[in-house]
Structures are given as structure tokens and as C-alpha cells.
């Protein structure tokens, strides 16, 4: 690997994860704020929390296909600016109608796939999967950093605070991507990272590419309503204060962590990667059983949101790599773009439902649902064949 092709790995990882710790650190708090926010219902607070995931999944393609001919820097410049004005908007609104708009707004810079070719650009076909692996990782790191740093930050500021952190925070990934991130000698199309939209019907019908989208949903949709729930829960049922819960999420993380590593490495040595995927599958069931029935304790909660984040770890983690290697190797980047947008659509879908189900039958039914989702999942899950692995 090239110093170019490690210097466009490093950079272009902390661009999209400096993104992700913006967007994400927010999640463990967003509830408990805007539950206090004019006009605020359970629904409009479902809504607020997933409207993101629906101007994510609409730009995210045309964001893409817009790098082609303007360029990569330009277009995420644009999108983390939108990013970065949205964050302004709901560190100052102070309705539920300001915030909706605030994180569609965020939404809107969907610079995710945009990223992705340009590394792609600045990578040869050989280092090409190393890349993609090591910015999977920064993204995985970052999604954990973010959930420990949003309730710690709520010790020192408030969550408007927070959305200045998440708008500073863009205008650093904006430094990076100007002054460090390399610029490619050219743009091109690439077949492995970028979708191609005459091919979309025909990966669409692909059985096992379609089945592993239905699991990209769900596992967002439950993600999003989950913490719908979970913050509520933590403050008003297990008595937890807002500024106390990343005493609780820390360790749970870790532990999570450490837990999933092992079963990934098993899971690919010894070729049971159904069986660990499936099983995880259920393990997250458990997880919105435990919060859903027994979630009125500190040491319950915590049981729950163990197995909950071992769970989703194992199957964040599983899920592209199953995409990128059931695609055909010519429609793998569409694939990879399907699979996006569904991902996106399932985190409106969750928000949305888990909210209208808070409102409608109260908070502990929302792990409920969540646990019917799981059952229906495994189902699909159990009859599909996944593709192998080299010992």
C-alpha cells in the first residue's frame, strides 16, 4: 500500500467518522430533549429522530452520481455544510417542527456513498477491500465513541451544546477532506463501490441480496425505535439521571466490544457464519424481551442493552460483508447502493413507528415490537443461503 493509498484511507475514514460522532452522539439523549420541545408528541419525537434516515436514503444515490461529473470535494463539502446548517437549526429551535426540519436537513447531506468512491479513486482494485474494511472499522469505533460521548457531554452542556459540537466537528472533517485528503489524479466510475441505476430491477429481484436488505432495514427500524425507548426508559422507569447514562452505556459498550470480536473471528474460521448470524439474530430478540418485560432495575437494563449492542454489533458487521459478496462482481457497487438506502429507510421506519407506538400503547411496548420484527426476521434469515467462506 502506497503512502497516497494510506493517507486517503486515514484522512477520508476521520471525515466520515467525525460525520457519524455528530450525527450518533446525539441518539442516547435525543428523546429526554425533545420530549420537553413545543408541539413535542411521541410520534413528532419518532419522526424527528428517523426523518434523517429519509433525506439520507433519497440524496445518498444523486449525491453519488453527482461526484461523477463535479467532482468527489465539492459535492462533500456540500453535503457537510448541509450538515453542518441543520445542526445549527436544532441547537436554536426550540419546536418539534424546527427540529424535524434541522435533522432532515442533516439528512440531506448524504455524502456517505460520495465518500466511499473517492476512495475508491485513490485506491487500486488490490488495496481496495483493505480500505473499504478499514473505514467499516472507523465507523464501527465511531458509532460506539459517539454513544459513550453523548451523555457524557450532557454533563457540561445541553443538547443544543451538542448540536454545536456536531456542527464544529463537520467543519473539522471539511479541513481535513480541503488540506489533507489527497486529490485523485481522476474520477471514475467504479463497478465495486457505485451503483449503477439500469441495474437496480435486476438486483432488486436477487433473491439473497433482497433478503439481506430486509435485514438491513429491520436491524435500523429496531435500532431507531429502540431509542425511541431506551432513554425514556433509563430516566423515567430505572430512575437513571440523563447525565448518569454513560456510566451505564460505557462498560455495557466495552463489554459488547470484547464480546464480539471472538464470535466474528469463529464465526469466518470455522465457517458457521449462519449460525452466529441467525443466533444473533435471536440474541437481539432476547435483548428487546429483557427491556421489553424486565427493564425496571439498573442491573436489568443493563443485561438488555449488553446483549442488544453485542447483537447489533455482529450483525453490522456481518451484514455488507454478505452484501459485497453474494453481489455480482459487475453490480456490486449497486448492490452496496440498494443496500444503503434501504439501511436509511429503515431508520425513518423505526422512528416513525416507535414514536406513534409510544404514543398509542406506552413506552415498553416499543421493545415489543421491536422483539415481533426480530421473530419475523429469523424467519427470513433461517432459509437463506448464505454464501461460504474460505477456511
Given at each position: 500500500m502506497t503512502f497516497i493509498e494510506r493517507r486517503a484511507i486515514i484522512s477520508l475514514s476521520s471525515v466520515m467518522s467525525l460525520r457519524m460522532i455528530g450525527l450518533f452522539m446525539i441518539l442516547p439523549v435525543f428523546s429526554l430533549y425533545t420530549n420537553q420541545l413545543a408541539g413535542s408528541t411521541p410520534t413528532l419525537i419518532g419522526v424527528a429522530l428517523g426523518i434523517y434516515g429519509l433525506t439520507q436514503g433519497v440524496f445518498q444515490i444523486p449525491f453519488g452520481m453527482l461526484s461523477d461529473h463535479i467532482g468527489r470535494k465539492k459535492m462533500i463539502v456540500l453535503g457537510l455544510i448541509l450538515f453542518t446548517l441543520g445542526s445549527l437549526i436544532a441547537a436554536f429551535t426550540h419546536s418539534m417542527v424546527g427540529m424535524i426540519l434541522a435533522r432532515a436537513l442533516q439528512g440531506t447531506g448524504a455524502v456517505g456513498s460520495t465518500i466511499i468512491a473517492m476512495l475508491a479513486d485513490l485506491?487500486?482494485?488490490k488495496q481496495r477491500t483493505k480500505a473499504m474494511a478499514g473505514m467499516g472499522i472507523s465507523i464501527g469505533l465511531s458509532f460506539s465513541v459517539a454513544f459513550v460521548m453523548g451523555p457524557v457531554l450532557l454533563s457540561f452542556t445541553q443538547v443544543p451544546g451538542m448540536f454545536l459540537i456536531g456542527a464544529l466537528l463537520s467543519l473539522v472533517a471539511i479541513f481535513i477532506l480541503l488540506f489533507i485528503v489527497p486529490k485523485p489524479a481522476q474520477i471514475a466510475w467504479h463497478a465495486d463501490t457505485e451503483p449503477e441505476p439500469s441495474q437496480f430491477i435486476a438486483i432488486l429481484k436477487h433473491g439473497g441480496l433482497a433478503r439481506l436488505n430486509i435485514g438491513i432495514f429491520?436491524?435500523?427500524a429496531i435500532l431507531t425505535a429502540s431509542f425511541v425507548a431506551i432513554p425514556l426508559t433509563l430516566r423515567y422507569i430505572v430512575g437513571l439521571q440523563n447525565q448518569q447514562q454513560w456510566l451505564l452505556y460505557f462498560p455495557v459498550l466495552l463489554l459488547a466490544f470484547c464480546l464480539t470480536i471472538p464470535i466474528i473471528v469463529i464465526a469466518e474460521k470455522k465457517q458457521r457464519v449462519k449460525t452466529c448470524f441467525v443466533g444473533a439474530i435471536l440474541l437481539l430478540g432476547a435483548a428487546e424481551c429483557v427491556l421489553w418485560t424486565a427493564a425496571t432495575t439498573l442491573w436489568r437494563s443493563g443485561i438488555g442493552l449488553l446483549l442488544f449492542f453485542t447483537a447489533f454489533s455482529i450483525l453490522e458487521a456481518f451484514l455488507p460483508s454478505l452484501v459485497s459478496r453474494m453481489a455480482p462482481?459487475?453490480?456490486?457497487?449497486?448492490?452496496?447502493?440498494?443496500?444503503?438506502?434501504?439501511?436509511?429507510?429503515?431508520?425513518?421506519?423505526?422512528?416513525l413507528l416507535g414514536g406513534w407506538l409510544y404514543g398509542l400503547f406506552g413506552l415498553t411496548n416499543v421493545?415489543?415490537?421491536?422483539?415481533?420484527?426480530?421473530?419475523?426476521w429469523a424467519i427470513v434469515a433461517l432459509f437463506m443461503k448464505l454464501p461460504q467462506t474460505k477456511a
Open positions: 485506491t487500486s482494485e429491520i436491524l435500523h462482481p459487475s453490480r456490486k457497487g449497486t448492490a452496496l447502493g440498494i443496500y444503503s438506502s434501504a439501511q436509511f429507510l429503515g431508520i425513518f421506519v423505526g422512528g421493545y415489543l415490537f421491536c422483539l415481533i420484527l426480530c421473530l419475523c
